[in-house]
């Protein structure tokens, strides 16, 4: 453990990981599924005790508190071996690579990734992120028909809607990014979402960095809207209304995605 970073304490390791179990009976409930179950099934892969390091990077904004910690702890409870080389950066590369490592994580400020140096994969949180964010509002055990919404075409929601039109999903987008818009319709095929039409979803993926992008008008009564943005999509009024299911987590799920992404 490198001296500079906050050491995770037992509290905060106990709240991501009942954040984790919170998420799971949530995505359990909406889609008859564990996080673990669509890992599997979104990626064809398991874990198979590889070693996971974790190399810090100062980079940029430099080192985030508990970051570290916290890709140790979804490592761990995916039931892998895991370690946060004892420097950061090139140092800290070095170790893992000459340690026999399995998988590295990293993150700078712009890529965090997952790389199997022993099979080769790498795998960008992004794309990772949207792809099983998207995949579980996609499950929605409730839902009337094969329409999705999907708010933001940005890195991560481009990633999403790509991959619910490939699953044969009816793709709806919107994203005030005009040139973003022209890109999903002209390249994915999406439709776009008219936010003054009368259409409401029972299944939304959301991914952008702003609050209330989410309106009563844009979702079915009984919804479930899945998110890795931060602050939440929903207004707190709707997001208290039981009968919308909502999956929101900071960090875990699309860490769990990339890491079976490189299995
Ligand atoms: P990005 O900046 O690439 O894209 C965001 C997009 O949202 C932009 O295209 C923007 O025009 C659009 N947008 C903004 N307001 C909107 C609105 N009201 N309606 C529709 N679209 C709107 O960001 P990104 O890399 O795609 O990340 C999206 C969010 O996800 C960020 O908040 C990021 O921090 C978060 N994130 C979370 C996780 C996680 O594990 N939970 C992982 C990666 C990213
Ligand atoms: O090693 C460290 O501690 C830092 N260099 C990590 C930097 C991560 C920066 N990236 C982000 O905060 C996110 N955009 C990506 C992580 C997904 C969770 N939101
Ligand atoms: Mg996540």
């Known amino acids: 453990m ?47 005790s590889q070693k996971v390091a974790i190399v810090p990077i100062t980079a940029g904004n430099g080192i985030i508190g508990n970051f570290s910690s916290s890709l140790l702890a979804i490592t761990e409870y995916f039931g892998l071996e895991g370690y946060i080389t004892d420097h950061p ?54 839902a009337g028909s094969k329409d999705v919404l999907v708010i933001g075409l940005g890195r991560v929601g481009y990633a999403g809607a790509e991959h619910l039109v490939k699953k044969g999903f009816n793709v709806y987008a919107y994203d005030p990014n005009t040139e973003f818009m022209e890109k999903a319709i002209g390249e994915l095929g999406v439709n776009a979402y008219d936010m003054n039409g009368p259409k409401q979803f029972s299944m939304v993926f959301e991914a952008t960095p702003n609050a209330n992008t989410i309106s009563e008008g844009m979702i079915a009564e009984r919804c479930l809207v899945s998110t890795p943005g931060i602050p939440c999509a929903l207004p707190p009024e709707l997001a208290e209304n039981g009968d919308i299911d909502l999956v929101m987590e900071p960090l875990v799920i699309g860490a769990a995605a990339m890491l079976y992404s490189v299995f």
Do not use: W
């Open 2 to 48: 490198v001296s500079f970073m906050a050491l995770l304490t037992p509290e905060d390791l106990e709240d991501l990981l009942n954040k984790l179990r919170q998420s799971n009976e949530t995505i359990k409930a909406s889609t008859g599924k564990s996080i673990t179950e669509i890992c599997e099934e979104v990626y064809g892969t398991r874990p198979a």
């Open 89 to 142: 950066d090139i140092t800290g590369y070095h170790q893992a690579v000459s340690d026999g490592a399995d998988i590295l994580l990293m993150a700078d400020d712009h890529m965090f990734i997952a790389h199997n140096l022993k099979n080769g994969k790498i795998a960008a949180n992004h794309v990772c992120t949207g792809v099983i964010y998207s995949e579980i509002a996609s499950r929605f055990i409730h």
